[in-house]
């Protein structure tokens, strides 16, 4: 769904809602069977959560990973909201608007895990294409829950992965795919978010559930 204005609850109190969901669940892990269809914000990859012990990598061969593992431990996205009644300010109050601009600054400049740097990896995600040519997308930004940058806002940086592959891919924007590749800690900023981690994709395949 498309997000916007409800009545009840002003935007300010809706993206701090949004961007704490990006941080913390987007963060969990994928199961091991089909991406879910219905995604939302506050449940960003749906079914069951994995365990939280990273997974070990094969020798020579990419460690899968899951999104939480891009998050820093110490890192609280809602700390300097603490406190605040958010759902009491109206969208037309300069407050609201303030908070909106912090909160995105917040997103925007989220921390990334500089233990994560050079690591090669395997992590599942959604396409938000960037760049095509030839009817196949040649770079992207993955993430972590449906409709992420097209239907709802950005989430934060270090949910965001800028992704270029050695060679275009066939896939359609919120196509959910596997992405293999170098990760490292590098910041770009597109039209589509701010994304804090860069990917030189060895593969982009077809989602089909679990590690396969």
Not at 103 to 123: D, R
Not at 140 to 149: D, I, S, T
Request: with cysteine; net charge neutral.
């Amino acid at each position: 769904m498309p997000f916007t204005h409800a009545t009840s609850t002003s935007k300010a109190f809706m993206r701090l809602s949004m961007l704490i969901a990006g941080a913390g669940l987007a963060a969990a892990a994928w199961a091991a069977e089909p991406a879910p269809k219905d995604t939302t914000a506050t449940n960003p990859l749906g079914g069951k959560a994995a365990s939280a012990t990273p997974a070990k990598a094969t020798p020579g061969q990419p460690r899968q990973i899951t999104w939480e593992e891009l998050v820093p431990k110490d890192w609280d996205p809602a700390k300097e909201f603490k406190g605040m009644d958010l759902s009491a300010l109206d969208d037309g109050d300069p407050r609201a608007n303030e908070l909106l601009m912090k909160m995105q600054e917040v997103s925007n400049n989220a921390p990334t895990n500089p233990a994560m740097n050079g690591t090669e990896i395997k992590i599942p995600g959604f396409i938000v294409p960037l760049e095509e040519a030839k009817g196949e997308v040649t770079e992207f930004l993955l993430v972590p829950y449906f409709g992420a940058c097209i239907h709802t806002p950005p989430p934060p940086a270090n949910q965001i992965l800028h992704v270029v592959p050695q060679k275009g891919a066939k896939f359609r924007a919120m196509d959910t795919v596997w992405v293999t590749g170098k990760l490292q800690t590098l910041r770009n900023d597109s039209m589509m978010g701010v994304s804090g981690y860069h990917v030189s994709a060895a593969t982009v395949t077809k989602y089909t559930g679990g590690s396969k």
